[in-house]
């Protein structure tokens, strides 16, 4: 498992992003998602973030910019997720599904993203 910390762009707007291997699904804070489309589940899912126990209603659609590439796809939207090792506030999660289907692999001794899998399109069998 590893964990890469940067910045994506969604709407023009930049959110302080974890990339997280360790996580299956994306979450997004709910301060964040003004304006994106959010979908209402049936019934409520709880997640363990953070040491925190949270209660999930809705989805969040992302269409967002990393490092430049388009990527789309569906957070969870939880109240808060914590912050980093240097105090900043996460605001985005991508998880490891999200990072398989577009290419994206962590460079951990780097300490960055490696985007040289992301699909010029996609195949399917």
């Known amino acids: ?11 023009g707007r930049n959110y302080w ?5 360790g996580s299956r699904n994306n979450y997004i804070i709910e301060s964040t998602v003004g304006g994106l489309p959010t979908f209402s589940y049936k019934v409520l899912q ?3 973030i953070g040491g925190k ?8 659609r992302i269409d967002c910019k990393i490092q430049g ?9 939880i109240d808060h997720m ?3 090792e240097e105090g900043k ?3 985005v999660l991508i998880g490891a599904l999200t990072m398989q289907e577009w ?3 962590l460079d951990i001794p780097a300490e960055k993203l490696d985007l040289s899998l992301y699909p010029k399109e996609f195949l399917e069998f």
């Open 89 to 91: 506030e996460i605001e």
């Open 82 to 84: 914590g912050n980093d």
């Open 53 to 60: 126990q949270h209660k999930i209603s809705q989805d969040c």
């Open 17 to 21: 992003t974890l990339f997280d291997s």
């Open 69 to 77: 590439k388009e990527v789309v796809g569906l957070a969870r939207v």
């Open 103 to 105: 290419g994206i692999r």
């Open 1 to 11: 498992m590893g964990r890469i910390r940067e910045n994506i762009t969604i709407d």
């Open 46 to 48: 709880k997640v363990h």
